[in-house]
């Protein structure tokens, strides 16, 4: 079978070959494109091949369109808002993702970015710590599980509110339950958002929420940069002069802030929550792994379209 690595954000070396043992021991061809700038040539790439391990690269209807031959795509990754599912399903195609592979380095960047605005980006001028200050965790899956060890690390004094994860799991963790978002966000200084993007979550952080935060308060967005209501948050950066907002890539309106909120913010150029060797090894190897026994015995544990 030819296995095609669809990468617009290529993996780190180290991760290539090792994907590679994996699939030339099971006797598949692996097919690189790296660094793509087109999508035309995601359209050529596909058109043989039998499976894709693709990251944050979009799977839409036109690429599933082009790709005659594609029996599995697997997102590299956790979130898995690049893919169509429903055009996966209409082609016949069985999507999975690697949950939980990347996530260390997801929780590390969030810390990373805490620290450099914490202390001024470094620039002289006497700044703060993390330690007996409140974080808020929205979501406690796989991210938000490492933020609270890395947390508690830095003595802080860690909350979190996941409708869809039970009190004791939460607790079990060291980590205090938060009964709805107004409480998370009207307790934590710092807020961590570890959410998908998704109908029910694009646009839900925004003036009403933000507005509840106490004092020298920070938002760390290392989720998706949609779950932000960009106005309500420029709204809130007008009013109070103390907020932050630290997120992996750029905002919409990156314009607005770099003329008028210099010191309050960190963006970053490109996703880089997970990019580190390790992330993209683990990723990349879980990848390959589920597409070689998907192959050989048909399993589908990690199937996200049913
Ligand atoms: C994920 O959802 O796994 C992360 O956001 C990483 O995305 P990336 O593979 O584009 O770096």
Do not use: W
């Not at 030339?24 to 700038?37: F, I, P, R, S, T």
């Not at 795509?73 to 592979?101: E, S, W």
């Not at 997970?274 to 190897?285: D, P």
């Amino acid at each position: 079978m030819k296995i095609l690595v669809a990468t617009e954000k290529p993996f780190a070396p180290i991760a290539i070959k090792l994907i590679r043992e994996v699939t030339d021991a099971a006797g598949h061809q692996l097919v690189l494109l790296e660094n793509y700038k087109d999508v035309s040539e995601l359209l050529a790439a596909v058109a043989d091949a039998d499976a894709m391990i693709v990251r944050s690269d979009l799977v839409t209807a036109q690429v599933l369109d082009a790709a005659k031959k594609l029996k599995i795509v697997v997102r590299a990754g956790a979130g898995y808002d690049n893919l169509d599912l429903p055009a996966c399903t209409a082609h016949k195609v069985i999507a999975m993702n690697t949950p939980g592979q990347n996530s260390n380095a997801v929780a590390e960047l969030a810390f990373e970015m805490m620290l450099y605005q914490a202390r001024n980006g470094f620039a002289g001028k006497s700044g703060s710590e993390l330690r007996g200050k409140t974080l808020g965790l929205q979501a406690f899956g796989n991210v938000g599980k490492y933020m609270a060890e890395i947390a508690k690390g830095f003595g802080m004094d860690v909350f979190a509110f996941d409708p869809f994860v039970s009190d004791e799991i939460i607790e079990k963790a060291g980590v205090k339950v938060c009964k709805s978002v107004d409480e998370l966000y009207s307790k934590c200084q710092y807020v961590s958002l570890h959410m998908p993007a998704n109908d029910k979550t694009k646009k839900s952080i925004g003036y009403d929420l933000l507005k509840k935060m106490p004092k020298d308060a920070v938002l760390v967005n290392t989720a998706r940069k949609e779950v932000i209501d960009e106005e309500g948050l420029l709204k809130i950066f007008e009013e109070r002069k103390d907020i932050k907002y630290l997120s992996d890539v750029e905002p919409d309106s990156k314009a607005v802030f770099e003329e008028k909120y210099k010191g309050r913010f960190i963006f970053t150029a490109k996703k880089m929550g997970a990019q580190t060797e390790e992330a993209n090894i683990n990723a990349g190897v879980a990848a390959a792994r589920q597409i070689v026994d998907y192959f050989k015995t048909g399993n589908e544990k990690f199937r996200l379209n049913k």
